[in-house]
């Protein structure tokens, strides 16, 4: 079934304790399309760049088989850039640097090849682009949103709008806390969930995720990644991936659900091997599903005798 992606295509400078680059392809629409990618056949981009994204990073999305048709150029400026150094334990990092540039003028116009798309991916964008987006779709199956605390301290209310349209929204545990003004994360879940979508993630970086659903917690557990280089996208792989194998099987039930949220934390473990998006231009089939059944192994519980 055919996905339909919003958000951020940018340049990033990296510096972790492993390594460090300058200029490298990111942003949250890159990410979740790259990953989806490897799961549907009917990936369509909507974002912008400026004059100086270059012809190579085009053609990396075009080799994925990914629809540029909402993807604008801007020719009046740069690509949006964004530059993190993260610390030792990975876990947090200090911006040194944003320019906005072209993405300071973000208008997301849907092509009308695009509108009827049945899986909707809402990158971490301004909650007002988000629902400008929404206005312009028909009746998508379903609607999957992620945000940050930024719009949350900023622009709660046009959050709290966009959240009744959505039917699964993707977040942390320190913006869910925030979000729900509750430090409890159980009744945080709660609190969001009444606010308007059917289902929430909570992501727990290392620690895995949390799924909530009207009647249920499934709690996964997050891949054992030996060399980890950089943790730049891997919460947008792991929605890629999540959303990529709910459009592939067009299947939105709490079972697969569960499913959805392995898969997109294998993508996710695939993201942090190589800085930016390197490890998500050469992965195999049979590399991404060697992993999921590892996963489930890891998580597998023999049954008391």
């Known amino acids: 079934m055919s996905l339909l992606i919003v958000g951020s295509v940018a340049y990033d400078g990296i510096e972790t304790p492993f390594g460090e680059v300058e200029r490298i392809l990111g942003g949250s629409a890159t990410y979740i399309s790259l990953t989806s990618s490897y799961l549907t056949n009917q990936v369509n981009l909507v974002g912008v760049v400026g004059k100086d994204f270059s012809d190579e990073d085009i053609e990396l999305f075009k080799s994925r088989g990914i629809n540029l048709d909402g993807l604008q150029r801007d020719d009046s400026g740069n690509t949006f850039f964004w530059k993190g150094k993260y610390h030792y334990d990975l876990n947090n990092r200090d911006t040194l640097d944003t320019q906005l540039n072209v993405f300071e003028r ?3 116009v849907i092509p009308e090849n695009y509108k009827n798309a049945r899986y909707i991916a809402l990158g971490n964008i301004e909650p007002s682009l988000q629902e400008k987006v929404l206005d312009q779709v028909e009746n998508p199956r379903f609607v999957v949103m992620d945000t940050m605390n930024f719009w949350i301290d900023r622009a709660p209310e046009a959050l709290k709008k966009t959240l009744k349209r959505v039917h699964l929204l993707v977040i942390n545990d320190s913006e869910a806390r925030e979000l729900a003004q509750e430090p409890n994360l159980m009744k945080a879940a709660e609190k969001v969930m009444a ?13 895995g995720a949390l799924l909530f659903t009207e009647n ?9 990644v030996i060399d980890i280089f950089d943790p730049t996208g891997a919460g947008d792989s792991f929605m890629g991936g999540l959303l990529g194998w709910l459009a592939y099987t067009d299947d939105i039930s709490p079972q697969n659900l569960r499913r959805s949220v392995i898969i997109g934390s294998v993508m996710a473990s695939f993201c942090v091997e190589e800085f930016g998006p390197g490890r998500l231009k050469n992965l195999t089939e049979k590399e991404i599903y060697d992993r999921y059944r590892e996963f489930r192994n890891l998580s597998e519980i023999p049954e008391i005798s």
Do not use: T, W
């Open 106 to 108: 973000f208008d997301p």
């Open 195 to 207: 606010m308007g979508p059917e289902a929430l993630i909570i992501k727990k970086g290392e620690h």
């Open 216 to 224: 249920e917690i499934f709690s996964a557990p997050a891949y054992p």
